[in-house]
Nanobody, 129 residues
Framework: QVQLVESGGGSVQSGGSLTLSCEAS????????MAWFREAPGKEREGVAT????????YYPDALKDRFTIYTNKGKKMAFLQMNGLKPEDAAMYYC??????????????????????WGQGTQVTVSS
């Protein structure tokens, strides 16, 4: 069992930066995937970044890979999402998620919400123009 707690959300002006944190407890392994998703009102939940705890592999959607960076602190069982150049359309509830394995093929399933078993409660990000 894995529990996830997000923090670091808040309000930022357009063009600003924010780093979200996710603290995990329970069984976390080098091969565990930790991901960030976001959900804006009226929109589907979308994956914004995912990585294995030991950072063997990392995936981003093409539209975000130049602005968002996911990284982990394996010893502290934490994952972070650094977001730069924030835009109003980045405003959403951001969720941390984890899975000990991904359905095959992993590359195409890595950013799908259904691939993850464990979820945090979310942290809100607001971006003002």
């Amino acid at each position: 069992q894995v529990q996830l707690v997000e923090s670091g959300g808040g309000s930022v002006q357009s063009g600003g930066s924010l780093t979200l944190s996710c603290e995990a407890s329970g069984n976390i392994y080098d091969h565990t995937w930790m991901a960030w998703f976001r959900e804006a009102p009226g929109k589907e939940r979308e994956g914004v970044a995912t990585t294995q705890v030991a950072r063997y592999v990392t995936y981003y959607p093409d539209a975000l890979k130049d602005r968002f960076t996911i990284y982990t602190n394996k010893g502290k069982k934490m994952a972070f999402l650094q977001m730069n150049g924030l835009k109003p359309e980045d405003a959403a509830m951001y969720y941390c998620a984890a899975a000990h394995g991904l359905p095959s093929p992993a590359k195409s399933r890595a950013l799908e919400p259904g691939s993850y078993n464990y979820w945090g409660q979310g942290t809100q990000v607001t971006v003002s123009s």
